[in-house]
């Protein structure tokens, strides 16, 4: 049980374009849902927090109009990269809370974009 | 706020011998989880083991433990009989249990575990 996904799991885009990713809690309801991103031999780093029903909550430096967040249900988080630059080339990582449990927090597998 | 210092960014360890990886944190918080991940090269994070704040006992997983010491604010990870397939980032890391419960990370040791 607990199992997070994420689609797709790697994406190649153009400067200028938007590219959105996907996080499905597959078996239990997340009320909250956590977006994470990880540069090249760093840590991860959050980004924001997804409730269920109401806007994300963002980290500070992290532009939510560049990052769209959209927690339309309880299984099922996106993130929206608008306008994506080079620089927004990273691992994104998802983890969905399930409220029963100690460890609670459950990631996806990841999602690698690349921006050209 | 809360910090979480990894002071290892690498460790090199041989085949069948134990290996600790260093993890230190920092917070205001009385109540606390603390947790430890494997990310292998293909990205994925891999639970390893928990401990709690209010936890007496060391928690342990198979091979993993986790050397809890609350006043020297450490938790340490120790990885006995390592194996080939140990070979990856391990990160530390500590969640808040009111709020947002998310999750701060450590920048992490990569751990080689060598024949």
């Known amino acids: 049980g607990a199992v997070v996904s994420q689609h797709p799991s790697w994406v190649i885009c153009k400067s200028g374009t938007s590219v959105k990713i996907e996080c499905r809690s597959l078996?239990?309801?997340?009320?909250?849902m956590f977006w994470y991103r990880q540069f090249p031999k760093q840590s991860l780093m959050l980004m924001a927090t997804?409730?269920?029903?109401?806007?994300?909550?963002?980290e500070q430096g992290v532009e939510k109009d560049k990052f769209l967040i959209n927690h339309a249900s309880l299984t099922l988080s996106t993130l929206t990269v608008t306008s994506a630059h080079p620089e927004d080339s990273s691992f994104y990582i998802c983890?969905?809370?399930?409220?029963?449990?100690?460890?609670?927090?459950?990631f996806g597998p990841g999602t690698r974009l690349t921006v050209t | 706020a809360q910090k979480i210092t990894q002071t290892q960014p690498g460790m090199f360890v041989q085949e069948k011998e134990a290996v600790t990886l260093d993890c230190t944190y920092d917070t205001s918080d009385q109540s606390y989880g603390l947790f430890w991940y494997k990310q292998p090269s293909s990205g994925e994070m891999i639970f390893l083991i928990y401990?709690?704040?209010?936890?007496?006992q060391n928690a342990t997983e198979g091979r993993y433990s986790l050397n809890f010491q609350k006043a020297r604010k450490s938790a340490n990870l120790v990885i006995s009989a390592s194996q080939l397939g140990d070979s990856a980032m391990y990160f530390c890391a500590m969640r808040e249990n009111t709020g947002r419960r998310a999750l701060t990370f450590g920048s992490g040791t990569r751990l080689q575990v060598q024949p």
């Open positions: 997804s409730n269920e029903g109401s806007k994300a909550t963002y």
């Open positions: 401990q709690g704040s209010y936890d007496e």
């Open positions: 078996d239990f309801q997340a009320t909250t």
């Open positions: 983890s969905a809370r399930r409220s029963q449990g100690i460890y609670e927090q459950y």
